[in-house]
């Protein structure tokens, strides 16, 4: 219940959003009229989900399969079940109990004209199809976005809960209790204590807490376990939950990612919430700071001025990357680990005339992993288990505790930090959690300060900004320029087992285009479901590529986009940041180049057919595809020879909506520089305009970093936190 209720409850707003920009969405009474006298609106509601749910998993499409059949309505009705009395769920179906509220938009009110019954539940199964191709080709947006957000939540939720018996495919993803007890961290007893009457936590021997750092990810982790070195009072402070090491396969659960859309729903962007952040939900793959297509962008700020003429050496970067290594475990890998899946990129790039390498990993070797579910190695796992252990001046650290804002001290025109502001947070729900480790008792929903004598916000390029924003730091360049790494999967179904999920599951990448034209193409693999998710079309089709799963092989092509000022998180009436991005023409450009390169790559290592997870009319005329769309669906876009690719680079038009783009690397909304002008951090990391108050993460990025950034914002926090250490 909780996994489905927090993905709704981060969709809620957007479905709301959306259905009002389009008519105002229809109360109860709407319902009830729709449903007749004889139906309540909870039969009314329930119908629009059997409906929608039909028009996207073929539960009334296989007469001859009992058994598939009977799986996809126990997915049906769990569905139903678990989310039937969560409001956001309710607001999704909503927008489907009465079309007329759609008005002229789209021509839904033009195909449902002359009947008697307005709902979704009402039209034959035809009829569901067109409205649904008429809402994803709508000329407005926000149509497109609720019937994607319609198909994504059932597609996960519907084939999440029957993935395994329908590929044969076994999904891990907790480990067992006996791992549980022998492997739940020993932590020293709590410091902390909460003062009821001042509604303040504070440390119990009457102690100033001496630096509060705001975010567990790579960067606030380093610093917890290095800043505590002279005997300095560390608090970290996490939105997400903390889990037990290795307890389950923290990259394929949902709790442990905050997943959004960009205004527009063009980009879904992926960010950590959890203790350890990013680095707790990543694929890990590893880029040296040191590489040409990093240290080409460091040289850049260089000469613009943006960093100092010492600082980020390429000396500094390499020994401080050392240390990374040892204290992370990155490994290399070795050609025996490619797999068949990650097979495909090698070969193919080879074959295309490319420079396939392997990459640096921070996980185990195989067979390695004390876990039995998962081989990751975490910035929690790696840096943060040892320092809440430590008794001689343990770390303190308050999970699912969200920052609202800084607190200052006014000093003449200067402001200093002097702590935070927090809310608890409902903790994670499930065996592997650690809730409460403070035995603080505080329901979620408290809201409580914490005073020290600095700040860091090391909460990522969405956390970081957000908190800057609602702390009315003034500096109009905070959330500016943010850059995304859009990223799109392409699959390809091959004539023999490929099982994606077997062995090092992640070894390889293509970097030739990285530097001049500003992208690579990376392996990757994920649970069967993604498989539906990520090549849209017919309820039939999505079929079909999930029980093809053990013969599909994938991998990605990631941009290096280019920061414009448009481009910025900003915060909605509730103090909650949106993500307004747009790619440029020039972006879309290369991306499309990037993504034309990697089906001819795809093809080049024998695949027989090649998947982009885009409705858009690639391969048609137009007049076609309407045509049979109109009767069908939305039709996937299956390339079937080489030829076709150039057809991606003429055609692919990214529209909001129709196609999938994603992000994990997002970056430098709070950029480093010489001046407030155009910057919010100074090039020693402080916040301009104030004393006390620093910012360490992936936001000090002046642009992108160049490359995956998680090594080098490991590194650069070691450096900040070096210099600190020497200076105090």
């Not at 097979?343 to 295309?352: K, Q, V």
């Not at 947070?425 to 403070?438: C, E, K, L, T, Y």
């Amino acid at each position: 219940m909780q996994k489905i209720c927090c993905q709704l409850y981060r969709i809620s707003l957007v479905i709301s959003c959306a259905f009002v920009m389009i008519c105002g969405a229809p109360g109860a009474s709407n319902i009830r009229a729709q449903a007749g006298q004889s139906d309540s609106p909870e039969t009314a509601l329930r119908s629009v989900h059997d409906a929608l749910f039909a028009s996207f998993l073929p539960v009334n499409e296989l007469p001859n399969d009992l058994k598939t059949t009977q799986l996809l309505m126990a997915a049906r009705d769990g569905i139903w079940q678990e989310a039937k009395n969560s409001p956001a769920f309710r607001g999704l179906l909503q927008p489907f109990a009465d079309l007329s509220s759609f008005g002229n938009a789209c021509g839904i009110a033009q195909e449902i004209q002359g009947s008697a019954e307005k709902s979704f539940a009402a039209l034959n199964a035809n009829e569901q199809q067109k409205v649904l191709f008429l809402m994803q080709r709508c000329p407005q947006d926000a149509p497109r976005r609720l019937a994607a957000m319609a198909r994504n939540f059932y597609i996960v939720k519907g084939y999440g809960a029957i993935q395994e018996p329908l590929t044969g495919v076994k999904v891990n993803l907790y480990a067992p209790p006996d791992y549980l007890a022998s492997h739940t961290p020993h932590l020293a007893p709590t410091r902390l204590a909460y003062d009821s009457s001042k509604k303040e936590i504070t440390e119990k021997d009457g102690h100033a807490i001496d630096v509060v750092i705001v975010g567990s990810g790579p960067a606030g982790s380093v610093l917890a376990h290095e800043l505590r070195k002279n005997g300095a009072r560390v608090l970290l402070v996490e939105r997400g939950s903390f889990v037990v090491p290795g307890a389950m396969e923290t990259r394929l659960i949902d709790d442990l990612i905050d997943t959004r859309t960009s205004m527009d729903g063009t980009i879904r962007i992926r960010n950590g919430m959890a203790v350890g952040g990013g680095s707790q939900v990543n694929v890990d793959l590893c880029f040296a700071p040191t590489t040409e297509a990093i240290r080409t962008k460091i040289e850049g700020w260089r000469s613009a001025g943006q960093i100092g003429s010492d600082q980020f050496t390429q000396t500094e970067l390499a020994r401080e990357y050392e240390w990374v290594k040892r204290s992370i475990g990155t490994r290399t890998l070795s050609e025996s680990e490619i797999n068949f899946n990650n097979r495909a990129l090698w070969d193919g790039a080879r074959l295309s005339g490319l420079h396939p390498k392997l990459y640096s990993l921070n996980t185990y070797g195989p067979g390695l992993s004390p876990s039995p579910v998962t081989d990751k190695r975490s910035a929690e796992s790696q840096l943060l288990i040892a320092a809440l252990e430590d008794t001689t001046n343990p770390l303190g650290m308050i999970p699912d505790a969200d920052v609202r804002r800084v607190l200052f001290e006014q000093n003449g025109s200067e402001q200093r930090a002097v702590g935070v502001e927090v809310q608890m947070r409902a903790a994670m729900s499930g065996d592997g959690v650690i809730a409460d480790p403070n035995g603080l008792k505080l329901p979620p929903g408290t809201t409580f300060t914490v005073r020290a004598k600095t700040v860091i916000l090391s909460a990522g390029a969405l956390g970081s900004p957000t908190v800057l924003l609602r702390s009315g730091v003034k500096n109009d360049q905070i959330g500016r320029g943010v850059v995304l790494h859009p990223s799109m999967p392409i699959m390809g179904r091959f004539d023999h087992h490929i099982d994606a999920l077997t062995g090092t599951e992640a070894s390889v990448y293509v970097d030739d285009r990285l530097v001049d034209r500003g992208y690579a193409m990376e392996s990757m693999a994920d649970q069967p479901l993604y498989a539906a998710l990520m090549s849209p079309g017919p309820a039939l089709h999505s079929l079909e590529m999930i029980e093809s799963f053990r013969d599909l092989a994938g991998f990605g092509v990631m941009l290096i986009d280019t920061p414009q000022a448009n481009n910025r998180v900003v915060l909605d009436a509730s103090g909650s940041p949106l993500i307004d991005y747009t790619l440029s023409d020039a972006d879309k450009k290369r991306f499309a180049k990037g993504l034309a390169e990697a089906v001819r790559v795809m093809f080049k290592a024998g695949a027989k057919e090649v998947y982009l997870p885009t409705t858009e009319d690639i391969l048609g005329d137009g007049s076609r595809e309407m045509q049979a769309s109109a009767k069908s669906g939305m039709q996937p876009q299956v390339f079937t020879s080489l030829e076709q690719a150039s057809l991606v680079e003429k055609r692919l038009r990214f529209i909001a909506n129709q196609s999938i783009v994603t992000s994990a690397h997002m970056q430098a909304t709070d950029k480093m520089g010489a001046t407030p002008q155009n910057s919010v951090v100074g090039q020693d990391f402080h916040v301009w305009g104030t004393k006390g108050l620093y910012v360490v993460d992936g936001s000090i990025f002046p642009t992108s970093v160049g490359a995956n950034p998680m090594q080098s914002i490991y590194t650069i926090a070691k450096i900040f936190a070096d210099h600190w250490n020497e200076s105090h």
